[in-house]
């Protein structure tokens, strides 16, 4: 078990490395100087040459790439154009506060994906089926930012009973779970809890109804077992599949929040991001995106992980 | 001697997308203690939705059951779920055709019998593991401490019927029944898992009801025989004499394009003409008659009675109407 963690995490690790590429070279793959922001239009030549030197910039790319690498894999993702701090702290603190919030939304809509999913498959072709069904296609199809737009509308303008914006007292840096900051975190995570629950759904209705239908279930019948002994087996088969789905869910989450973010100024990557976008502020932008991808090519390591200990049927090789 | 199974008038319907499906109709037939039925019949003659009625496995929104079934004095049919599942797997259980299909695939045999054994005999953990270990060897399934671990893909076809056969008999059940259990497995693994069962059934002394298409099967394992066509039971008697004389012509074409030893093999088979009817309406004449090459004008009118009592009996004019 522990040499196929390990294989695993070797696999991984070729995959960071290309993520990380990517991520280096958006800088010069996207219009526009990325010193721009920083040097003056006017600027005489030898202050350009100056200030690409204090940069680093001069040097050829691939040293570029392996000393950001270096640096990044101790930590140091270099200092914002715009602010002069180092990027590595505010990611940081954007990224605890994403993760409150994709925590909370994948709380919500896993849960309630799992539970209506469940609801569908066993009331097959019944009005309960055809209404969850209908509550996961709206959820997939209606876009989040506009959701957002209109829970704030209802419950921030026209009744007065949440927020809508910011982390609640102290700003970025205080999040505490009690209710004058958990006030703030609901609309945008349940506007975001929308799209993994849609999903989950689809996915926890397709794979129940098909273990429904296998002889194995009827065999289980006809062994005696009482019910919920009976769905615990339809669990553990539905889990692998399940699992994984919710694993990349969860990695949209993190990244994808960018809009809900924006709409209700949530501290987080997402708002982080946005901000980087506008200032042109590249060791951030490459920063922040690096890091969310790493999260994401961990997040398939856990999930992968994970579906071997439950289905005994994918070979640990 | 009472019966263990008694079935009277069986009626299975089920709620087909283009109306209903008369998959069994007007079926009885008794089970005496010890003894062994072979219910005998080609795919889709209902001989397996007969089976799955003698546990009520049929989804109930579904299937409408009418009739009767007694089984070890219990009235089946009105049951309640609670008692239901006690009766399933502990006074009659179930042998599976395809034992792939019908184990968990994500628990180990070892898990999945100790779970029957557990609900059953309200036993510990550790007893039920000592049970499970002492069945998984009386099946002779070589190294069996070991394979308490291994889950149902990693085994051979054969092994795996041999852990459902330990599975279904974990809780020494009155009744076992046994639905094609070698039809999915080789020729030569046939032949041990048949004498296997028969030898289980002379231990524990049980009832067996044992569906197959192969009559060499049915009198391999067999007592009795009910040869079913069309969702009925068409010919019912001792094995041997139904076989070596069958009165109606549906088991005797049936016989006749049986392969047995001696025969000539450039000669070819000789096939019933035409294909059984679909089971959309309810039928009083005899559903073989349009096949039939004795069938005569009185052959659509509805069937005569038969005595379900009866040591032998078929459904056939030329033998009822005598």
Known sequence: MFVFIFRRFLFALPIALAVAAVCFSLVHLAPGDPL???IPADAPAEVVIAIKEAYGMDRPLWIQFVSWVQRAVQGDLGVSVATGRPV?????????????????SAFLGFSGGILLGALAAVYRGTWIDKAATAVAITGVSVPHYWLGLILVIIFSVQLDWLPSMGAGPGGSANWAWDWAHLRHLILPAVTMCFIPMGIVTRTVRATVAEIL?????????????????ITLHIAKNAAPTVLSVMGLQFGYLLGGSILVETVFSWPGTGFLLNTAIFQRDIPLLQGIILVLAMFFVALNLLVDVLQTLMDPRIKRS | MTPLIEVKKLNVTFQGEEGPIYAVQDVSFDLAPG??????????????????SLMRLHPEHKTQISGQIQVAGQDLLSMKSSALSKLRGKTISMVFQEPMLAFDPVFTIGDQIIEAVRRHEGCSQADARQRALEMLERVRIPSAAKRLKAYPHEMSGGMRQRAMIALALACRPQILLADEPTTALDATVQIQVLLLLKELQRELGMSMIFVTHDVGVAIEVADRTAVMYAGRIIEQGPVQEVLSHPQHPY???????????????????PAIPGSPPQLL????????????PHAQEACSLPLPAVDHQAARWSRCIAHTSA
């Open chain 1, 88 to 104: 590595m702290g505010d990611i940081q603190l954007a990224l605890s506060n994403t993760l409150t919030l994709a925590f909370a």
């Open chain 1, 36 to 38: 721009t922001a920083v």
């Open chain 2, 251 to 269: 088991t005797q074409g049936l016989l006749a394009a049986t392969v047995h030893p001696g025969m000539d093999r450039h000669q070819p088979l």
């Open chain 2, 281 to 292: 309406r309810r039928m009083e004449d005899c559903a073989f008659a349009p096949r039939c």
């Open chain 1, 213 to 229: 239908n296998s002889e194995f279930v009827t065999a289980l019948q006809a062994r005696g077992l009482r019910r919920p002994r």
């Open chain 2, 35 to 52: 003894e062994t039925l072979a219910l005998l019949g080609e795919s889709g003659c209902g001989k397996s939705v007969t089976m799955k």
